[in-house]
């Protein structure tokens, strides 16, 4: 059985940081894409970074590049995503999700809800003074 658990969020001040974890069981971790998504409150779940299996490609939603950094120790199954600099626009539910990607994948498609395999439960960051 395949489950993906997330942790490390919590309540910070802006301009805070925060250090999310994932770690991925059931699975064979590094024939996997991994992707960090957010929902705010009354919000569609939006796509905010992504690494491909070995960990030498990865991309950023425009709103967190240059403060957010994704990566990934397929030795311990486990993918990070640093966040610096954190505005309270940053507040959300943070689900990490799970992308089969052996042979590749296509262009862009790691920003689609519906192209991963394996979800988290998330956990919540709430950026507020």
């Known amino acids: 059985q395949v489950q993906v658990v997330e942790s490390g969020g919590g309540s910070v001040q802006p301009g805070g940081s925060l250090r999310l974890s994932c770690t991925a069981s059931?699975?064979?971790?590094?024939?996997?894409?991994m992707g960090w998504f957010r929902q705010a409150p009354e919000k569609e779940r939006e796509w905010v970074s992504y690494i491909s299996r070995s960990g030498d490609f990865t991309r950023y939603a425009d709103s967190v590049k240059g403060r957010f950094t994704i990566s990934r120790d397929n030795a311990k199954n486990t993918v990070y995503l640093q966040m610096n600099s954190l505005k309270p626009e940053d507040t959300g539910i943070y689900y990490c999700?799970?992308?089969?990607?052996?042979?590749?994948?296509?262009?862009?498609?790691?920003?689609?809800?519906?192209?991963?395999?394996?979800w988290g439960q998330g956990t919540q960051v709430t950026v507020s003074s």
């Open positions: 999700a799970a992308k089969w990607a052996v042979g590749g994948i296509n262009w862009m498609t790691w920003m689609r809800v519906d192209e991963y395999n394996y």
């Open positions: 059931g699975l064979a971790f590094d024939d996997y894409g």
